[in-house]
């Protein structure tokens, strides 16, 4: 079935219709949150009729499942891409994850995975489980980070390091100010330092 195209000229469907979707709950998911963004203002954006919307997804539920699942395996939230520079020393890249998430410094909405779990109140497990998947694996990346930094206690200074990047990512947030970020990686500063001078030899 070809795309049927609205009354400004703008195609509705189509083998785009899927992305656009996707697109527009990016934006709109992160800048307004969840609850706030109904289904109409969804596929206004997207420029979809309700039928094409439907048939991508379901329910708006499978639409913020999917939207979380992007982060994991087509776009990375950027600060956590940090642990994965080539052009930095294991120790700057656990530095270098204390930025602000999103990237626009006069609205912070912090993490996408964390706020969708705020947001579902415990009514959304499936998005509770991908949250919950996503935070072991970024703090099983700092571990290995802090390993390959030649920390004395990889597992420690992990652990560490991801409550203070939650801390500075809850707080800014909250607070819409970049200030925390600044304030967790002077404190990540003194981690490391101490973590990588009690570090064996060898």
Do not use: W
Not at 27 to 49: C, K, M, N, P
Not at 112 to 140: C, I, M, S, T, Y
Not at 175 to 180: E, G, I, L, S
Request: charged share 25%.
């Amino acid at each position: 079935m070809g795309a049927t195209v609205s009354t400004n000229g703008t195609a509705r469907g189509g083998r785009g219709a899927r992305e656009r979707i996707l697109r527009a709950a990016e934006d709109l998911f992160y800048a307004r949150g969840i609850h706030a963004t109904g289904v109409a203002a969804l596929i206004e954006a997207a420029q979809v009729s309700p039928r094409t919307f439907y048939v991508h997804f379901p329910t708006k539920n499978a639409l913020v499942e999917e939207y979380l699942r992007r982060f994991e395996s087509e776009k990375s939230i950027a600060a956590e891409a940090e642990l994965e520079r080539g052009d930095l020393p294991p120790a700057q890249r656990l530095l270098a994850i204390f930025a602000p998430v999103g990237g626009d410094p006069a609205l912070i909405r912090g993490c996408p995975f964390h706020n969708a779990v705020v947001e579902g109140a415990g009514e959304l497990p499936e998005v509770a489980r991908l949250a919950q998947r996503h935070k072991r694996a970024f703090r099983d990346r700092l571990v290995a980070t802090a390993a390959e930094a030649g920390a004395a206690d990889p597992e420690a200074l992990g652990g560490q390091l991801a409550v203070l990047f939650e801390g500075a990512n809850a707080l800014a947030a909250s607070c819409n100010d970049a200030q925390a970020f600044t304030d967790a990686r002077r404190a990540a500063e003194t981690l490391l330092g101490v973590a990588l001078d009690t570090a064996p030899e060898g």
